[in-house]
């Protein structure tokens, strides 16, 4: 399993900024599809955002489409979640998380289909 190392978050106030960022160990990161999932408390975990191993493919959750950005650099083994336009909402533990797989497509929307996780990092947008 890949390690994963989230980092970048923050209390900041609605309508700022953040930048997450998520570290990969290994020298195979571009076999991996990567998410994006927080969970605020008392709720479940849910799906932010996922992208490809190559990055060619991209998806969102509705609540955060046009203001989030998931992006790679496969050669710094990070994944990074820009956020712009930050709402209370969006106040949650924010984790990363990693799928090995061998389709170059393949972008997983649900949690139960990533094997490795990073420890999780806050956001706390106050309004």
């Known amino acids: 399993q890949v390690q994963l190392v989230e980092s970048g978050g923050g209390l900041v106030q609605a309508g700022d900024s953040l930048r997450l960022s998520c570290a990969a160990s290994?020298?195979?990161?571009?076999?991996?599809?990567m998410g994006w999932f927080r969970q605020a408390p008392g709720k479940e975990r849910e799906f932010v955002a996922t992208?490809?191993?190559?990055?060619?493919?991209?998806y969102y959750a509705e609540s955060v489409k046009g203001r989030f950005t998931i992006s790679r650099d496969n050669a710094k083994n990070t994944v990074t979640l820009q956020m712009n336009s930050l709402k209370p909402e969006d106040t949650a533990v924010y984790y990363c998380?990693?799928?090995?797989?061998?389709?170059?497509?393949?972008?997983?929307?649900?949690?139960?289909?990533?094997?490795?996780w990073g420890q999780g990092t806050q956001v706390t947008v106050s309004s």
């Open positions: 290994g020298r195979t990161f571009s076999i991996y599809a």
């Open positions: 992208i490809s191993r190559s990055g060619g493919r991209t």
């Open positions: 998380a990693a799928d090995r797989t061998d389709r170059t497509g393949w972008a997983p929307l649900n949690s139960y289909e990533y094997e490795s």
